[in-house]
């Protein structure tokens, strides 16, 4: 057989497979391109090789399930959610890119926790931890005492305690401070919490102790290094960073002690109920002895690869990335009935946990939430909710990098570079995963050409407000939309190849810039994945289709996504990693790198 004869069976193969693969495409159906309701709970039937809009619904459905648990990063959850990639990628038949062989790569994870050495004394009486009272924020070992004062509810700013009143003490309060059912946790009671800053201690009174919740910790080495070195090298930078301090905490000292007891607690410390104390009642002196214990919190990466075709360039990487966490279940944060709250966003928190400043609703406004709601009510009966299941935040993304490598893998576009596809733990905590794999990547960082990071691929609705301009500008979906972020900013050829991909699209996007502006306030740059690649001078697309009013909700779930532009973006990031994979010559960088990978982000 001659080479020529040869190269045609292939190419006529090549046909083949693709015809039947578009063949299976076509007779897939489902809700997300048949129309009608989108269902609470769905199973779809097998993955096939394109691209398609019923597999990516088939594969969230499964990932941003309520038995998921919101994939917290150093809980089972998340490592249930890994599990699942892997086994993907596995029956893929992609090349293992992990530790030791596997496709894992292990995150040296720790979590504090309320030791049972931990109580809270009164007189002869003494309570239990995560059974009678629990510590919202866990720092070191700490032992406070103090006369026990009751502040009332901080919502009631009109008769507040007054600093001196407070100081020394250990105040009782009762109702949520800070936004998140305990004291120094959000951005609402500002001023009320200054005006305890005198206090030793803070212990919001609440019907049940929560499950404790854990504190994590990265312990990378690399980067803790690398920043004191930077740091010391550069005494300007780190002054001019401020060192921001922890939440909750008033500047300068030692952060307040916080926590949550029963009323039953309560009633033992004031010699009252609740119910029948008064602001200003005073109680006996009591000792807060927190001891910390720390134990290991399993987290990981997963890692894998499809080999280049090209033996020249197959040392060479495309990655092709998103975050495979979410927030999980606080355990502050309250059930709540889940259409009341999404009729709640849809009117009057339009960009969910990132809306700002936003007023009371008015009596306009309330009329149309109640009208959402109830005709929602029309469709399900009351749903109480308390797992932030991420579905867009980043389920699209996990699904997605998920379907482009079931495409790669068989189908039969074969890039001549190689393609490492990483779903990265942690994003949600402080971008963990992409920081710990550049730090210790499993290839040579420097044979990686390009990093494509999808975060939030799943929505872009003419009815969802995506973001806001540099000038407050109110930014909103469309049929072909998406935002890029950083396609630019260290090569100008990878910008260009995505606008010159998208051209040829059946349906070309319009690309917005807008979140991209050098001094956005929301700093969006430097807030995902890429983040961690372009601080190695590694060129990176960041894709998006946005915020919108389920942004870190409850009501983030996979009925709400739109599953057929979600596959028009990921069939825009396969041909992209395809024309970069491809090219005679590595992206050129002509953009301005960081001097130091621990320099610090800021757009």
Known sequence: MTHQSLARRVACVAIILAGTSLRLSAQQKCPAIVGGAMPLAYSGGPTVADITACD??????????????????????????????????????LKPAGDNGTYFQNLPVTARVLGAGSSITSGSTTFKPNQDFSITALGADRKVSGDVIFAGALADTSNMLTADQVRGKVVL????????????????????????????????????????????????????????????????????????????????????????????????????????????????????????????????????????????LRGQYV???????????????????????????????????DTRNAAPPTAEQWARINAIKDSLRKIYPARPDSISNGADDDGSGSVSILEIAEAFARGPVKPKRSLIFIWQMGEEKGLWGSQYFTNHPTVSLDS????????????????????????DVELTGAANYVQLVGSRRLSTELGDIAEDVSTKQ?????????????????????????????????????????????YHQVTDEPEYIQYQHMARVDKLVFDIATRVANLDHRVKVDGPKANSPFAGCQQ
């Open 56 to 93: 990516l619904m088939t594969r969230l459905y499964i990932y941003a399930a309520d038995s998921m648990r919101g994939r917290e990063a150093g809980t089972p959850d998340a490592m249930r959610a890994t599990a699942y990639i892997e086994a993907e990628v596995r029956r893929l038949g």
């Open 173 to 312: 309060v009762t109702g949520a401070v800070g936004g998140r059912g305990g004291f120094g946790g959000g951005r609402g009671g500002v001023g009320a919490a200054n005006s305890l800053s005198g206090a030793v201690a803070i212990l919001t009174v609440v019907p049940a102790i929560a499950p404790p919740r854990l504190a994590f910790t990265l312990n990378d080495t690399a980067q803790t290094e690398g920043r004191a070195a930077y740091n010391t090298a550069h005494p300007e930078a780190a002054a001019g960073r401020g060192g921001r301090g922890g939440r909750g905490g008033f500047g300068g000292g030692q952060q307040l002690l916080a926590g949550t007891i029963t009323s039953t607690v309560a009633a033992a410390l004031l010699g009252k109920s609740v119910q029948s104390a008064v602001r200003g009642d005073v109680g006996a002196a009591e000792t807060i002895d927190v001891r910390v214990e720390t134990i290991p919190a399993p987290t990981r990466n997963v890692v894998a690869i499809i080999p280049g075709s090209d033996p020249k």
């Open 319 to 353: 990655v092709i990335g998103a975050h495979s966490d979410h927030v999980g279940m606080s355990a502050a944060r309250p059930v709540v009935e889940h259409d009341s709250l999404k009729a709640y966003n849809i009117v009057a928190r339009v960009e969910g946990a």
């Open 448 to 471: 990686i050409v390009a990093d494509l990071n999808l975060d939030m691929v799943g929505r872009g609705e003419a009815s969802d407000v995506t973001g806001r301009s540099k000038d």
């Open 506 to 550: 059946p349906m070309p996007f319009k690309f917005d810039y807008a979140m991209d502006a050098n001094g956005h306030p929301q700093n969006i740059y430097c807030r995902s994945d890429h983040a961690n690649y372009a601080r190695y001078g590694i060129p990176v697309i960041f894709f998006t289709t946005g915020g919108h009013a389920d």
